[in-house]
């Protein structure tokens, strides 16, 4: 039998490369797009060399003609996508007055708008052959509003209500549509640039107070696992010390 492919869409180098490596690890051919596919070169060896078949590609996920021809080539030339991870952040800090419409735009774009057309591509494919997978990274703004968050979460919610409906429409056809919701710092050079900003030492906090990309991408494994009796559509993941 060939190997399941995923399709991470947004393989940045914490999240997304967590998850391109775990399901390297368990098997999978790994298709990885990213806005500037060349950065996807490394990880690409890197997953070579333990032995598994992954490929980079330069996609912008906002981009509707783009999102289908990669849809269009994986499937035609790698394999039938078993699981599509949409993986696109988005996740920058601007007070409301300070919030042109190019900023509330583009965030929306890359946290919401890219979504749906993944995830439309995907279920075009998945619908076909009666089965597939499709999830979606979410983030504390996909249920609440914070200060200086109002673009990010309005993209943010708006993806997770993506998520549902697609769960309510494509789960009676066997695909499993899921959101998860990261409700936490993730230990990213960018989360502790932030901290540190803030007069804080992100060296000095106590262990597992970041989570580690790593446990984000171990729940999506146990997600792709779960049988059809049982599956999880929103799952919440945080840290243990975390006041939610």
């Given at each position: 039998?060939?190997?399941?492919?995923?399709?991470?869409?947004?393989?940045?180098?914490?999240?997304?490369?967590?998850?391109?490596?775990?399901?390297?690890?368990?098997?999978?051919?790994?298709?990885?797009?990213?806005?500037?596919?060349?950065?996807?070169?490394?990880?690409?060896?890197?997953?070579?060399?333990?032995?598994?078949?992954?490929?980079?590609?330069?996609?912008?996920?906002r981009d509707e003609?783009?999102?289908?021809?990669?849809?269009?080539?994986?499937?035609?030339?790698?394999?039938?996508?078993?699981?599509?991870?949409?993986?696109?952040?988005?996740?920058?800090?601007?007070?409301?007055?300070?919030?042109?419409?190019?900023?509330?735009?583009?965030?929306?774009?890359?946290?919401?708008?890219?979504?749906?057309?993944?995830?439309?591509?995907?279920?075009?494919?998945?619908?076909?052959?009666?089965?597939?997978?499709?999830?979606?990274?979410?983030?504390?703004?996909?249920?609440?509003?914070?200060?200086?968050?109002?673009?990010?979460?309005?993209?943010?919610?708006?993806?997770?209500?993506?998520?549902?409906?697609?769960?309510?429409?494509?789960?009676?056809?066997?695909?499993?549509?899921?959101?998860?919701?990261?409700?936490?710092?993730?230990?990213?050079?960018?989360?502790?640039?932030?901290?540190?900003?803030?007069?804080?030492?992100p060296d000095d906090?106590?262990?597992?107070?970041?989570?580690?990309?790593?446990?984000?991408?171990?729940?999506?494994?146990?997600?792709?696992?779960?049988?059809?009796?049982?599956?999880?559509?929103?799952?919440?993941?945080?840290?243990?010390?975390?006041?939610?």
């Open positions: 039998m060939s190997a399941p492919i995923v399709f991470i869409v947004g393989t940045g180098d914490y999240i997304g490369a967590a998850i391109a490596r775990r399901f390297a690890e368990g098997g999978f051919t790994v298709c990885m797009g990213r806005r500037n596919g060349h950065k996807l070169e490394p990880l690409v060896n890197e997953l070579r060399g333990m032995g598994g078949k992954a490929y980079g590609y330069t996609h912008d996920a003609e783009q999102t289908e021809a990669i849809f269009k080539e994986i499937e035609t030339n790698v394999g039938p996508i078993d699981l599509v991870i949409f993986n696109v952040g988005g996740n920058v800090y601007f007070p409301l007055m300070e919030t042109t419409a190019r900023v509330f735009r583009k965030v929306w774009e890359m946290a919401c708008f890219a979504g749906f057309f993944t995830g439309r591509e995907a279920a075009r494919y998945m619908a076909r052959r009666g089965r597939g997978k499709i999830f979606f990274t979410g983030a504390s703004a996909s249920m609440r509003g914070k200060p200086g968050y109002s673009a990010f979460s309005a993209g943010k919610a708006g993806l997770r209500m993506l998520a549902q409906s697609m769960a309510r429409e494509f789960g009676p056809q066997n695909i499993h549509v899921a959101h998860l919701i990261i409700d936490a710092g993730v230990d990213t050079a960018f989360v502790r640039e932030r901290i540190a900003a803030s007069g804080k030492n906090l106590p262990p597992d107070t970041l989570m580690s990309p790593r446990s984000v991408a171990e729940s999506y494994w146990v997600l792709y696992h779960q049988t059809r009796d049982g599956w999880t559509h929103e799952l919440d993941l945080r840290p243990y010390g975390e006041t939610w």
